[in-house]
């Protein structure tokens, strides 16, 4: 994570810093979305766009004002905000129903290769019934973000059964980035190697603390520009985590919403004391 969070360059603006989308929060799941949006601004995120239910407009201004709103069931609104994003988001509280499983299938199919698209929640419940999709997302730079069940729907291994070996045969034949959570979670690169997380625990056992983990990595991958990519979701996962790790020191659990107000201090003092040595 040193080598990550970088200080930022004086010749900048807020489009250096990554064009972030995220697409979830149907009528009943709205904060999921909420999370991530705020998440992803306070991170660093340069411009952020949420596509939500129209339900959600009024919570997502008065919650996160730095964040546009788009209209996620206006199919021209949402494939023009899908073109302009870097960095997308698609699943928390997005639901499985029907609809939903149009909006998934709009935004995947506009999607291109240069784009990174972290797929969490419901649009990884939606993509594991649906095969077109699944290979879509391998020719793209994908971030599934899995817990346990939803990689089970996902890769087809029972829980009881998933280990670092099944895990990462079924990873491969995604060819995509894996980041599955857990107490310790393992993230599975696409060139065949893995890391383990050694921070956080169940402190973080909070609603929404998934949804909000897509936020940073958005915001990350959005701002921090290296030749590996996967370096950077290890990072976002790892401060997500050492963050969780940091507040739980003075507090029993550690909300979602914890996270999102500490992120700004935490990363400050993470470029500091790289600074300083
Ligand atoms: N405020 C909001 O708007 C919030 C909205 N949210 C949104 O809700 C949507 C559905 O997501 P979801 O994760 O809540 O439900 P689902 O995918 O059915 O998984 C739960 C099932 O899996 C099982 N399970 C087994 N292992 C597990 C593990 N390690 N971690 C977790 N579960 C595990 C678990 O077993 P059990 O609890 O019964 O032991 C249960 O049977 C999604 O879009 C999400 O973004 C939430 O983020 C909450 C805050
Ligand atoms: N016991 C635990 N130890 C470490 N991290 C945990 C624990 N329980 C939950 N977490 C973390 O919280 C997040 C939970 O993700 P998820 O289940 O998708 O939440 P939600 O969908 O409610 O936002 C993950 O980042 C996970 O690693
Ligand atoms: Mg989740």
Redesign the pocket.
Known sequence: MKQVILPRPFKSHKGNFGRVLTIGGNENYGG?IL?SSSAAVHAGAGLVSCATDTKNLTALHSIVPEAMFINYQNDVELVNAVDAANVLVIG?GLGTDATALKILQKVISNTNTKQFIIV??SAITLAAQEPALLEILATRKTIY???Q??WQRLSGIEISKQNNIKNALKQQELEATV?L?????TIYHTDGSASQ?EV???????????????GIIAAFLGQFHFKNYEHVVDAA?YA??AL?QELAASKYVVL?TDIINHLQHFMSNYVQSTIQK
């Open positions: 999921a999370m928390p969490d929640g973000t899995p817990h069940m939803e980041v959570k857990k107490y310790h979670t997380l956080g625990g169940p402190y973080m056992s909070t609603g929404g603390m998934g949804d909000t983990l897509t996962v997500h985590s969780g979602p």
